[in-house]
């Protein structure tokens, strides 16, 4: 309301011919900045994949992307009904480890075991330190009774942070998975998503944040109070 008593004085001066031209121009701004309102979060959907084996047994699974990348998940049970879950992020048309990354630890360097990050719902994909992917062996969701760097080896769910590039530049992306803890170490692979190049993920985001014009009160205008209001709705998260 505020912003309307504000601007009804700077309405009645103007004339409608002119007028006629700055909202034509604010509308033409907003629709310059469409790409930005254009970029998608690509969502899987409801998958709940479980990953579970009989003893002496392995099962894996691979999960799409674009441009050949893929995520990839390994079960493993011994003999004695411990259990082992592994994670890696493949492909991608760069054939680059250090691009097709996931968001983790590796204490060792280059040569040390890597481990997959567990994050939290809203936390942003890009913070943080990434890990190579397309490496040999799989990295460690949860091994067993557990290992110095895991963080999945309690019950209950988690993200994994990827990135990755389809040929037009980064993309950032989650996977939720869902442990049983351990020894036992099955689990789940919920659902999982990416965004366009250039577009910034959150753990658990479904939907693009759609950027306001950058034209100043002409773009505002042109949208009006509805495209305003469409605009500040929150981004959902599951």
């Known amino acids: 309301m505020k912003i309307q008593r504000k601007l009804r004085p700077r309405i009645n001066s103007i004339g409608k011919s002119r007028w006629a031209t700055y909202t034509a121009a604010g509308i033409a701004t907003a629709l310059g900045g469409a790409h930005a309102a254009d970029a998608e979060i690509h969502y899987s959907g409801p998958l709940h994949e479980k990953f ?11 999960f799409p992307l674009e441009g050949g990348a893929r995520l990839a998940f390994d079960f493993g049970r011994a003999e004695s009904g411990d259990g ?16 097709e990354s996931f968001r983790g630890t590796q204490p060792g360097g280059v040569s040390g075991l890597r481990y997959p990050s567990k994050l939290a719902a809203h936390d942003p994909i890009s913070s943080g330190n990434f890990v190579a992917g397309s490496a040999s062996p799989f990295a460690f969701l949860a091994f067993h009774g557990g ?3 895991s963080q999945w080896l ?32 099955r689990f789940q692979v919920i659902d999982y998503a990416w965004g366009d190049p250039g577009e910034p993920v959150s753990a658990g985001q479904l939907k693009s944040r759609t950027q306001a014009p950058q034209s100043g009160a002409l773009g505002f ?16 998260i599951l």
Do not use: C
């Open 84 to 99: 082992a879950a592994f994670f890696d992020i493949e492909g991608g048309v760069l054939h680059d480890s250090l691009v």
């Open 52 to 62: 579970d084996a009989l003893p002496q047994s392995t099962q894996e699974g691979f």
């Open 147 to 149: 290992l110095g760097g």
């Open 221 to 236: 205008l042109a949208l009006g109070a509805a495209g305003l209001a469409a605009w500040r709705r929150p981004t959902p």
């Open 154 to 185: 309690a019950r209950g769910p988690g993200f994994i942070g990827f990135r990755f590039d389809a040929g037009n530049g980064i993309q950032y992306g989650w996977a939720r998975v869902k442990m049983f803890g351990a020894p036992d170490n």
